[in-house]
C-alpha cells in the first residue's frame, strides 16, 4: 500500500506540485506535459512478461536505463523541453522510488 502511494505520489503528486508552485498561469499544460512522461512505459510492451510486480524498470526497460535518464536530464537545459524532460525525470525517481521498496 506504501509502496502504490509513494510510486503513483510520485508519479502524479510530484507533477502537480511542480506545476501549481512554478507554472502558476499555465499549470494544467504544464501538469499535463509533465504527466505525458508516463508515456516512456510504453517500453514495457518489449518485456515478457508485460508487467511483472517483482521486477524493477531501472536498467531492464530501453528507455529505463541510466543512458535515457543522462538524455531526460540534458532536456532540462533548453526552456522549449525543460516540461518534457522533467515529466521524464520524475517518471524515473518514481520508479526508482518503486525499486527501493523491493
Known amino acids: 500500500m506504501l509502496q502504490t502511494l509513494a510510486h503513483y505520489g510520485c508519479h502524479f503528486g510530484l507533477p502537480l506540485i511542480i506545476a ?3 507554472y502558476k498561469s499555465k499549470w494544467k499544460m ?5 504527466v505525458a512522461g508516463m508515456l516512456i512505459d ?3 510492451l518489449l518485456a515478457a512478461p508485460i508487467f511483472d510486480p517483482n521486477r524493477c524498470s531501472i536498467n531492464f526497460h530501453p528507455l529505463h536505463t541510466y543512458y535515457a535518464l543522462a538524455v531526460y536530464l540534458l532536456l532540462l537545459i533548453p526552456k522549449k523541453t525543460r516540461l518534457i524532460g522533467l515529466g521524464l525525470v520524475i517518471h524515473i525517481v518514481a520508479d526508482m522510488v518503486d525499486c527501493a521498496f523491493m
Do not use: K, N, S, T
Open 20 to 22: 501549481l508552485v512554478w
Open 30 to 34: 504544464a501538469f499535463l506535459i509533465m
Open 42 to 44: 510504453l517500453d514495457h
